[in-house]
């Protein structure tokens, strides 16, 4: 089995997999034997086209996307030998050596005939992983040589790039008119309260996940521990990571306590928030403001 999944300079998209897997579920109840071919920078260590032996096979599938180009057309020329069929495509050119090189196509779309299901909306469902938002900073020049920004967010990116989570990138800054960004509080929060889990190494991240009783991994970026380290003493709250001790194994183990009890301390938080449980400084303005 083939797609664009399976060329080098090709893409692997979700529905791309999905479609993949809705085919392979097919196949599989059938008990036909099938290999997939992968790109090698999508899936390394899997069977890749260059790797591939046309005469070891009697079929040859081509799973998802448009059909067009010379990349397909190269495919029936390498697979001659093969009955060649096309499932889940879309047709654009009936007429296109790519599309007419194949010996059947079930087309999802094309001219003239309805349109059919895509073949990933049926896809076997599979347990959804967390959802993880990701709020860094790069900036805070005013702690100077204590700063471990960079050290952290690299950290960071390394262990979340090899965590099974879906990843969410977001940003505490507010812009009117970039809509990348939250215009309002209201819309951040929104988002988080969304999560499974937030990780963060600003103290707005922190606060912001707990107030939205979502669980929080924070991670302190300067030496020695500044205003993360500070705010999440305020709040009572464990999970907290110094540069110092930045490690996978030490995140995973505060990730794993997220998901798990964390999720209950963290709406006991966020209720301890609405509740005024936890004192802050607003209450003492009034008496600054009549001493000064």
């Not at 950290?155 to 940003?171: F, T």
């Not at 996940?209 to 500070?230: F, N, Q």
């Not at 964390?262 to 607003?282: E, K, M, S, V």
């Amino acid at each position: 089995m083939t797609g664009w999944f399976s060329f080098r300079d090709g893409e692997a998209t979700a529905g791309d997999v999905l479609a993949l897997r809705r085919t392979e579920e097919v196949l599989g109840r059938a008990g036909l034997p099938y290999d997939v071919v992968w790109s090698a920078g999508f899936r390394p260590g899997h069977l890749h086209m260059e790797h591939v032996r046309p005469r070891a096979y009697s079929h040859l599938l081509f799973v998802c996307g448009p059909l067009h180009g010379e990349r397909i057309a190269e495919l029936h020329w390498r697979f001659r030998h093969c009955v060649r069929i096309a499932v889940g495509v879309s047709v654009i050119d009936g007429r296109d050596p790519a599309v007419t090189g194949f010996h059947r196509v079930l087309a999802r779309d094309t001219a003239g005939d309805p349109p059919v299901v895509d073949l990933a909306a049926r896809a076997p469902a599979r347990p959804l992983p967390p959802v993880v938002g990701v709020i860094l900073t790069h900036g805070q020049g005013e702690y100077g040589a204590l700063r471990r920004h960079e050290w952290v967010a690299e950290g960071v990116a390394r262990w979340l790039g090899g965590r099974d989570c879906a990843r969410v990138e977001l940003e505490t800054r507010l812009d009117a008119h970039d809509w990348r960004l939250p215009g309002t509080p209201e819309q951040l929060e929104s988002v988080l309260a969304r999560l499974d889990l937030v990780v963060t190494d600003r103290l707005h991240g922190l606060v912001l996940g707990l107030r939205a009783g979502v669980p929080v991994l924070a991670v302190d970026p300067v030496a020695g521990g500044a205003k993360v380290t500070a705010q999440a003493r305020a709040c009572g709250w464990p999970a907290l990571v110094a540069a110092e001790e930045l490690d996978a194994e030490r995140l995973e183990r505060w990730a794993r306590w997220c998901l798990s009890e964390g999720r209950t301390a963290a709406r006991r938080l966020r209720d301890d928030f609405g509740a005024d449980a936890l004192p802050d400084n607003a209450d003492e303005l009034l008496t600054a403001l009549e001493g000064a």
